[in-house]
Nanobody, 121 residues
Framework: QVQLVESGGGLVQAGGSLRLSCAAS????????MGWYRQAPGKQRELVAL???????SYTDSVKGRFTISRDNDKNTVYLQMNSLKPEDTAVYYC???????????????WGQGTQVTVSS
């Protein structure tokens, strides 16, 4: 089995910072892209940031210049550094990873359980 475990969410005032972490564990052979998504109440889940296995990154426009995604391949962990947070960043944040398990040829999408980020005005 493979698990993604997130940490780092919480309550912060507007203008503050938070750092999310997501560690993948289990019988992992390799990890391709890793990403962070978020879902606010009443809205669809949206992609926030993505990082490839080679380190290329992309961001949704609303977080460019404020959020930074990074990964530590030795630790199978992806991070999201969130600065200059705004109330509209309030959402449940989910990590996602494309993982090839040991002995399995397919790439499978795995999701974390979600972590709440609340930004007060």
């Amino acid at each position: 089995q493979v698990q993604l475990v997130e940490s780092g969410g919480g309550l912060v005032q507007a203008g503050g910072s938070l750092r999310l972490s997501c560690a993948a564990s289990g019988k992992i052979f390799s990890i391709n892209a890793m990403g962070w998504y978020r879902q606010a109440p009443g809205k669809q889940r949206e992609l926030v940031a993505l990082i490839t296995s080679g380190g290329s990154t992309s961001y949704t426009d609303s977080v460019k210049g404020r959020f930074t995604i990074s990964r530590d391949n030795d630790k199978n962990t992806v991070y999201l550094q969130m600065n200059s947070l705004k109330p509209e960043d309030t959402a449940v944040y989910y990590c996602n990873a494309e993982i090839r398990r040991v002995g399995v040829s397919l790439l499978i999408n795995y999701w974390g359980q979600g972590t709440q980020v609340t930004v007060s005005s």
